[in-house]
């Protein structure tokens, strides 16, 4: 084992730290020797309020552990106070966390600039102020280290989080550029991409996913990388749940094309698998932009473009293309209204030349100018409106340079970057959108930058805003997709009156924006391929731009991760050749490998598997939610016994049994009984209830279960835990129901137990129907809505209403609850033949909502009915091996 890594006598500046990963942060390198200042401004995951309380707390645990530490309460936009702070109580700073953060989630069509600004305030904004303050003080002593905090929904985007994505990964281009800058000082900068429960994450995700992504998987990571031998800056990595792994940015090779005028948008859809191929070429792993002399050289010598058999146009399109007045904007003009399309010429400097000169090739009015800053989204969008009518393109290209080395920036130069680059584009596409989802179409091209993607020196500001915008972008394409909105977003490389200050004359003469624009009018068009994208172009090339991760390391989960053992497996964490690198695409793919690795545990005992009980689980019901259960399995407004109170014979269905047993169930310790124990692996397999009183009282009650061990089965590959709750009446102790579930847990077997259960009789019984036409067959045809309702009768799980979280199962949209469609079988066969002693079912397979369900029943002698449940749509069985046991004396019950 190494040494243990220690940071005596450096200073900790932690932003965010009253909690979550900030808090593990601070507790860490306080218990490391470090002097910590833990900064928290004490309000709400939304930015609301403001205490003193949390940093306070944190400070307090690390004094009584013997360390170092004080508060500050100041927000991150404040940055040279805090590290005044730093300053001012241990003499210096050598590492800062930017880990402060705050969610304002919110779809696209309904977010407010305000979600839009008080997001990039306190993500891009904060982690510059502190930067800033920290920079002369990291250079003046030869050594800083910088943690900047991404998020998976700024590498990949995701839906409601436009503001959020954008501020991610604009600190990814932030990060990259101050590693650039700040490498021969001894200043390195890295950023995560962390998955931890936090108060942000416990808004949006289930609780035994949470309990698995524990800060102090990451904590680790972070102390590695800011440690004093490290070596590593510049680097993305994404950490959660025990995995560890590296991203960089892969470009294909991409499609170059003579640069003539057959290079169109129609000879680039003819070669577009070129484009995004990353397989027959070897792909680029860049740290900066393309060979572009080289590229304009080899164009030259080729043949003309073939145009193929898809013809491309915009015909009739209003296309607005900001910062058109000249260079690129006037390019992707002129080719616009070449292909038909009436365009808005939107600059702040001087329209007109570029209206003038289209509506002399082209006709009067197809083109008219526009003023306004892109600031203003709403009135350059209102222009379009008021002449054409609508708007159905947007391409955002309005951009400044206010180039400066990150110790010479003032805020002023990042401030007018962000906004006009940055917000510009959120205005713009904002003011748009409106009309894009009414008539279901649009387009937005965004400008993004090599600069953005890798960073460069000189370009904080410019890296920050045009990286963010990739993450927009991302986000914007997941929302518009199913309303036939594309964005994507490319890195340009074209004479243009910005490149004009840094190239020479000559070169920018040789980069036409010519060679640009055809990419960005197929991207605009019905035609257009994909979304979601980043493409880098320019010299008649085009290459696609995606990220690639490492295979990385997945630690065991059931024993602490150390910096140490980071540091031991860092050439594997870092390692891209080794054969198992992905390329992830959504925050489902990059989640895969983290929910993976939660069922990497070592094996336990087999004395483990002995019997358990879990604690007493007390439940109430009300009138009302016996209805709300009716209602959830199916009950119509005409059925008034199942719906109305004041109904002669009102009553819950007898499947109501299961709703009581719910919560006593997770009682039991799967981690205990089996190796490799992963929620995210859990299948419910099987389901047996037995009524034991009956009616149940319809004013409310209260019911105490308590659920037991009854077996656990080793089924090869994976485990199966059969668990028995008993349900009694509160009040009188008497039997009310009982449950058996059977658990299936993939990945958790061979450990050497029996793989063949007890006999049970009815809660075990095989139920094969016979080879004949069922008795009586009862079709159901459940709703869009089903699931919505069902799960407030308490089974939250988010696989059942929240699409990411399904995608994150491989369901293409949320499923049925398995006890719904149980309740749903239940309740035919309740109303045909009357009243059950118990009822057990197989789960085989999952229903979406909306889908018809076939219930076919087979009575046999002793008052047994055998049923199979089958969705129509899909001819595949939902539930199979199930029977109920008819009631034939009530009294009994």
């Known amino acids: 084992?190494?040494?243990?890594?220690?940071?005596?006598?450096?200073?900790?500046?932690?932003?965010?730290?009253?909690?979550?990963?900030?808090?593990?942060?601070?507790?860490?390198?306080?218990?490391?020797?470090?002097?910590?200042?833990?900064?928290?401004?004490?309000?709400?995951s939304k930015g609301e309020g403001h205490s003193t309380k949390a940093a306070d707390v944190v400070v307090d645990e690390i004094k009584k552990a013997g360390g170092n530490a004080v508060p500050n309460y100041d927000s991150v936009e404040f940055g040279d106070r805090i590290v005044e702070t730093a300053i001012k109580a241990f003499g210096s700073v050598h590492i800062l966390i930017n880990n402060a953060g705050i969610l304002r989630d919110i779809s696209f069509?309904?977010?407010?600039?305000?979600?839009?600004?008080?997001?990039?305030?306190?993500?891009?904004?904060?982690?510059?102020?502190?930067?800033?303050?920290?920079?002369?003080?990291?250079?003046?002593?030869?050594?800083?280290?910088?943690?900047n905090t991404a998020s998976a929904a700024g590498l990949y985007g995701s839906f409601g989080q436009a503001n959020y994505s954008a501020a991610k990964l604009g600190l990814v281009g932030f990060t990259e550029t101050l590693a650039k800058e700040g490498a021969k000082y001894g200043i390195f900068a890295n950023v995560i991409a962390p998955m931890a429960a936090s108060r942000?994450?416990?808004?949006?995700?289930?609780?035994?996913?949470?309990?698995?992504?524990?800060?102090?998987?990451?904590?680790?990571?972070?102390?590695?990388?800011?440690?004093?031998?490290?070596?590593?800056?510049?680097?993305?990595?994404?950490?959660?749940?025990?995995?560890?792994?590296?991203?960089?940015?892969?470009?294909?090779?991409?499609?170059?094309?003579?640069?003539?005028?057959?290079?169109?948008?129609?000879?680039?859809?003819?070669?577009?698998?070129?484009?995004?191929?990353?397989?027959?070429?070897?792909?680029?792993?860049?740290?900066?932009?393309?060979?572009f002399f080289a590229l304009l050289e080899s164009a030259r010598e080729l043949q003309s473009n073939k145009q193929g058999n898809v013809p491309v146009d915009v015909k009739n399109k209003v296309v607005i293309v900001t910062g058109s007045g000249g260079g690129l904007g006037r390019a992707y003009a002129l080719l616009f209204a070449k292909l038909g399309a009436k365009l808005v010429i939107n600059d702040v400097g001087d329209p007109n030349g570029t209206v003038n000169e289209i509506n002399k090739l082209y006709g009067e009015g197809t083109a008219i100018p526009d003023r306004h800053s892109v600031e203003e989204g709403d009135a350059v969008v209102k222009t379009a409106v008021d002449h054409f009518g609508t708007v159905h393109v947007v391409i955002n290209n309005a951009g400044i340079l206010r180039d400066k080395s990150f110790a010479s920036m003032t805020d002023d130069q990042w401030d007018q970057v962000i906004a006009v680059h940055l917000r510009g584009t959120y205005k713009i596409t904002k003011a748009a959108w409106p009309y894009f989802l009414k008539q279901k179409f649009g387009r937005i091209v965004n400008t993004t930058s090599t600069s953005g993607i890798y960073g460069n020196f000189g370009q904080a500001n410019y890296a920050t805003a045009k990286c963010a915008i990739v993450g927009f972008t991302k986000t914007i394409a997941l929302e518009g997709k199913k309303y036939n909105i594309f964005a994507n977003a490319i890195a340009p490389n074209a004479g243009t009156n910005m490149t004009r200050t840094i190239l020479p004359e000559e070169i920018v003469q040789a980069f036409k924006p010519d060679y640009v624009a055809p990419l960005a009018v197929l991207l605009s068009s019905d035609m257009a391929p994909v979304t979601g994208e980043i493409f880098e172009t320019g010299s008649g090339w085009i290459g696609n731009t995606r990220w690639q991760r490492t295979g990385g390391v997945g630690f065991p989960v059931n024993t602490p991760l150390t910096s140490e053992a980071i540091q031991e497996n860092w050439a594997k964490i870092t390692d891209f050749s080794d054969g198992r690198a992905t390329h992830p695409k959504t925050t489902q793919d990059s989640m895969a490998a983290i929910l993976e690795n939660m069922s990497n545990q070592s094996s336990v005992s087999s004395s483990s598997t002995s019997e358990q009980t879990g604690p007493d689980f007390h439940f109430s019901y009300e009138t009302k939610d016996l209805i709300l259960y009716n209602l959830g399995v199916g009950a119509k407004a005409s059925e008034l016994k199942y719906v109305f109170e004041g109904a002669d014979d009102?009553?819950?269905?007898?499947?109501?049994?299961?709703?009581p047993y719910f919560g006593a169930s997770g009682s039991i310790d799967f981690s205990e009984l089996v190796p490799n124990f992963n929620p995210m692996m859990l299948l419910h397999g099987e389901q047996y209830l037995e009524i034991k009183s009956w009616p149940l009282p319809t004013a409310g009650g209260r019911l105490v279960s308590k659920a037991r061990l009854i077996e656990v089965l080793d089924k090869g590959k994976a485990a199966c835990v059969i668990t028995g709750t008993d349900t009694i009446d509160a009040e009188t102790g008497k039997p009310v129901f009982y449950n058996e579930s059977t658990i299936f847990l993939r990945g958790s077997?061979?450990?050497?137990?029996?793989?063949?259960?007890?006999?049970?009789?009815?809660?075990?019984?095989?139920?094969?129907?016979?080879?004949?036409?069922?008795?009586?067959?009862?079709?159901?045809?459940?709703?869009?809505?089903?699931?919505?309702?069902?799960?407030?009768?308490?089974?939250?799980?988010?696989?059942?209403?929240?699409?990411?979280?399904?995608?994150?199962?491989?369901?293409?949209?949320?499923?049925?609850?398995?006890?719904?469609?149980?309740?749903?079988?239940?309740?035919?066969?309740y109303d045909k033949f009357g009243m059950f002693k118990n009822i057990k079912v197989r789960f085989a397979g999952h229903v979406f909502p909306g889908e018809t369900l076939k219930v076919e029943m087979w009575k046999l002698g002793g008052g047994k009915i055998i049923f199979q449940t089958t969705v129509v749509e899909r001819n595949t069985i939902a539930i199979s091996s199930a029977a109920v046991e008819l009631v034939t004396d009530a009294s009994k019950l």
């Not at 932003?15 to 900064?39: C, D, M, Q």
């Not at 800033?132 to 003080?137: C, E, I, Q, R, S």
């Not at 094969?768 to 407030?792: C, G, M, N, S």
Request: glycine fraction near 10%; charged fraction near 20%; aromatic fraction near 10%.
């Open 650 to 659: 009102f009553t819950v269905l007898p499947t109501y049994g299961v709703v």
């Open 200 to 291: 942000m994450t416990q808004t949006v995700m289930p609780e035994d996913l949470l309990s698995m992504l524990k800060p102090e998987w990451v904590v680790p990571l972070v102390a590695y990388l800011a440690h004093k031998d490290t070596e590593e800056t510049g680097g993305i990595f994404e950490a959660g749940a025990g995995f560890v792994s590296k991203l960089r940015w892969e470009r294909s090779d991409g499609a170059l094309f003579k640069t003539d005028d057959s290079f169109t948008p129609a000879s680039i859809l003819a070669r577009w698998s070129e484009v995004q191929d990353f397989e027959s070429k070897t792909p680029q792993y860049p740290t900066g932009p393309n060979d």
């Open 749 to 829: 077997g061979g450990f050497g137990g029996s793989s063949k259960g007890k006999d049970r009789g009815a809660a075990t019984a095989a139920n094969a129907p016979p080879k004949r036409a069922p008795d009586f067959v009862a079709v159901v045809k459940t709703t869009e809505d089903q699931a919505a309702i069902y799960r407030l009768s308490g089974d939250y799980n988010p696989l059942h209403i929240d699409p990411a979280f399904a995608a994150v199962g491989k369901f293409p949209k949320p499923i049925l609850h398995g006890l719904c469609t149980f309740g749903i079988s239940g309740k035919q066969i």
């Open 1 to 44: 084992m190494p040494d243990e890594l220690r940071f005596d006598g450096q200073t900790v500046v932690i932003t965010g730290a009253g909690g979550g990963l900030g808090r593990a942060y601070a507790l860490f390198f306080g218990s490391r020797g470090a002097n910590v200042v833990v900064n928290d401004l004490g309000s709400s």
């Open 109 to 147: 069509k309904n977010m407010k600039d305000a979600d839009w600004d008080l997001i990039q305030l306190v993500h891009l904004k904060g982690a510059y102020k502190t930067t800033k303050a920290a920079w002369p003080v990291f250079r003046k002593q030869k050594f800083g280290r910088i943690i």
